[in-house]
DNA sequence: CATGAATGAGATTTCATTCAT
DNA sequence: TATGAATGAAATCTCATTCAT
C-alpha cells in the first residue's frame, strides 16, 4: 500500500529527474515529465503543487543522496589521506555515474528564493563536510581549503559531462590526481626556484 | 552614423548584460532589454536575430573581454609564481568587479547548441591559457592542472556573489590562498605523516 | 438504514448551501462540499447526479422552505394589514436569519436552463402568494403592486448582506416602513402639491 | 489616432459587455471576447491586465452611464413628480432598451473584492442620487424610501429580461404604476379599513 | 454504499517575434 | 532605420467526474 504510492511519488521524481537533469527547468514541460512517469499530467499535481516544488524536490533528493552517501564513504575511512581520496572519488564517481542524466545538469528557475536557500545551504553543508576532515588534520584555514578541494573536483569532472568516451579509468586518474595536487602542491612538477615561491 | 549605430549596437549589449546577468535568460524578456536600452522592441531585432543570438553575443563579449585581459596581465609578467597570481587575480577581481550584473551569473538556455559549444570553446581557451603558463613551467599534468586551478579559483570566488559584504581585501586574501595552495599543497598545514602520504 | 443514508442526503445538502451560499458556484468547489458534508468526493455523485444537479436542490430546498413558511404565517393571519405585515417581515427576517450563510447570496451557473427554469417559476410562486393577499384586499393591478412590493422588500434587505452590524431591530424596523409606504405611499412624507400629484 | 486605439479597446469592451451580460463571467472565454471583437487574444492584454479587469471595466462603463444619463434627465425636470417619473423611466428603459445584452445580466466572479466594493458604491451612488430628490421633497426617511423605490423599479423591470414579447408600452405602463404606487401607496386600490391601517 | 486516486479537457495568460507605418 | 501594436503558439494548472477497490 504504502509501497504503491510511494511508487507513483518516485516515478513522478525519476522522470523529473531525468529530463530537468537533461534539458533544463524551463526546457522541460509537465506534460513530459508526466508522459515519461506514464501518468496523467494532473496526476503530477496531487502530489507536488507545482513545477518550481518539484524541482526542488528533485534537487533535494539528488542533493540528500550526494551527501548521505559521502557521510558513508568517510565513515569507514580514518586517515586522512583515505578521506581526501574518497571525497576525490565521490564527487567524480558520483557524476560519472549519472552522467546520463546530468549532461548539462541542473539549470534551476533563478528567481525561486526557496531553491537558491537550499542550493546555498547544500553546498555549505558539503564544504562542512569536507572541513571536518581538514580540521581533523590540523587545517589552519579550513574553510578556504575546503571550498577550493570541491572546485577542483567539480572543474576535474567537468570532462565527464562534455566528452562521452570519458571512462571510468579516467574518473579514477583525477580523483587520484586531485588528491595528489590538494596535497602535495604543483611545486614538485614545476621549475620554481625556491627563492621564487610565495610563502605557504 | 557609423558609430550612432554602433552606440545602439553597444546599448543593447550593455542593457542585456545587465538584464541577463541578474537576473537570467528566461526571465529577462526582450521588452525590458529594450526599455533599458531606451529604444523600442523591435529595433533589438536588427542587431540581433532573436533572443537567442543577443544571448551568445553578450556571452561573446564578456567571455572574450575577460580573456583579453587576462593575456594582456600575463604578457607583463614574466615568472611563474607571478604569472600564476596574476591568473588567481584576475578570476577573482573580475567577477568581483562585476558582482552587481553577476549576481546569479548566468542561466543560460540549454539546449541551444551553438551556445554549449561557446562556452565549450571558451573554457578550452581559458584551459590553455593556463596550461601554457603551467608547460613554461615544466608541468607533466598541464591540462588537470590547469582545469584545477581554474576550479579552485571558481569556487573561491563564489562567495564573493552571495556575501554582499565581501571587499576588496577578502578577495586579494584569497587570490593568494589560491596560489600559495596550488604551489605548495596542504601538506604543510596538515598534520601528515611521510608515511601515510601519497607520492606527488 | 433509511434515515442514515438520509442524513448523508442532508449532511450533503447542508454543506453545499453555506458554501454555495456564501462562496458561489464556481467558487466552491465539489472537494470543499464533501469535506464539509464529512464524507468523499465520490460519495456526493451516489445522491446527486452533478455539481449542477447539487446546486439545485440546494436552490429548491432553500426556495421550497422560503414559501412554506410564508404559506404557513400567511394562515395564522387574518387581516389585510396583518398579512403585509408578515410578508415583509418573513422576508426581512428570512435572510436576516440566514445571513451567514448568505452574504453573497446565490451565484448560480447562468446556461443551465433548468434552473433558469426553476428561478423564475419560483419567483412566480412567490408573486402569486402576494397577489393572493393583494387580491383578497381587492386589488386591480394585483401582480404589478406584488412585484413591487417584493421589489421593495428585496432592496431594503441588502444592507442586512453588507452590514456586519445590522440588528433585528434594523430589521423590524424596515419591514414596518415598508408595510406603511406600500400601503400609504411616500405623500404624506412629501410636500406635493395635491394639483401635482398624478391620479392614483 | 486617439481615435484609433480608441477603438480597438471600445471593441473589446463592447465585446465583453454582450457576452458577461448575456452569458456571465464564467461562462464566457477570452477567446470568444477576441473573435466577438475581431482581434487575437492577446490583443485583450494589451488593453486589460486580465478577465477580470476587463469585467470590472465593462461593469464600470455601464454603471457611469446608468448615473451620468440619469443625473442629466434630473437636471432637466423640476418638480418632484416629474423627478419620480423620471427614475422610474429611466431605471425601466435603461434595462429595456439593452435587453439583448442583458438578458441575465451581470454574474458577477464573488470573490473579487474590487469588484464588490465597485458595485457597493455604484448602488450607493444610485441610492444618494433618489435621495437627494426625495430630499427635496421633505422626506423624513430618504434612504428606505430611495431602496424601496429602487427595488420597486428593479423588480418591475425583471419580466423585461424574462419575456421576449415585453413591449415599449409595458414598460411605460410599469413606469407610470411605479411612480403612482409609490406616492399614493396602495390603500386606495385596497379595501382596507381605516381603522386597521398602520400608522404612515 | 463508500472511497479517493487518477484523469484530461480546457481555460487563462505570457511574450518572442513580425510588419505596416 | 525605428517603432510598437498586434499576433498566436504554447505552457501551466484546475477540478468535475469516474471507477477499481
Redesign the pocket.
Given at each position: 500500500m504504502g509501497s504503491?504510492?510511494n511508487?507513483?511519488h518516485t516515478s513522478i521524481l525519476d522522470a523529473a529527474y531525468g529530463l530537468f537533469g537533461s534539458a533544463g527547468f524551463?526546457e522541460?514541460?509537465?506534460?513530459?515529465v508526466?508522459e515519461q512517469a506514464?501518468?496523467?499530467?494532473?496526476?503530477?499535481?496531487?502530489?507536488f503543487?507545482?513545477?518550481?516544488e518539484?524541482f526542488m524536490a528533485v534537487t533535494q533528493r539528488d542533493c540528500e543522496g550526494f551527501l548521505k552517501q559521502l557521510e558513508e564513504k568517510l565513515g569507514a575511512e580514518n586517515n586522512l589521506n583515505g578521506k581526501l581520496a574518497v571525497i576525490a572519488d565521490h564527487h567524480l564517481f558520483y557524476y560519472y555515474d549519472r552522467k546520463q542524466h546530468t549532461k548539462l545538469f541542473f539549470r534551476a528557475p533563478n528567481n525561486n528564493p526557496e531553491l537558491v536557500a537550499y542550493m546555498t545551504q547544500f553546498i555549505e553543508q558539503y564544504t562542512q563536510a569536507v572541513m571536518k576532515v581538514l580540521l581533523e588534520g590540523g587545517a589552519t584555514e579550513p574553510e578556504l581549503m575546503a571550498q577550493s578541494y570541491i572546485g577542483m573536483l567539480d572543474r576535474l569532472k567537468m570532462d565527464i559531462l562534455f566528452h562521452p568516451d570519458f571512462t571510468a579509468d579516467d574518473a579514477r586518474k583525477r580523483s587520484l590526481f586531485a588528491a595528489g595536487l590538494f596535497i602535495n602542491g604543483a611545486m614538485n612538477a614545476l621549475h620554481i626556484p625556491e627563492a621564487e615561491a610565495p610563502p605557504s
Open positions: 504503491a504510492s511508487d507513483k524551463y522541460t514541460k509537465m506534460s513530459q508526466a506514464g501518468i496523467a499530467k494532473g496526476t503530477i499535481y496531487l502530489y503543487k507545482n513545477k518550481e518539484l
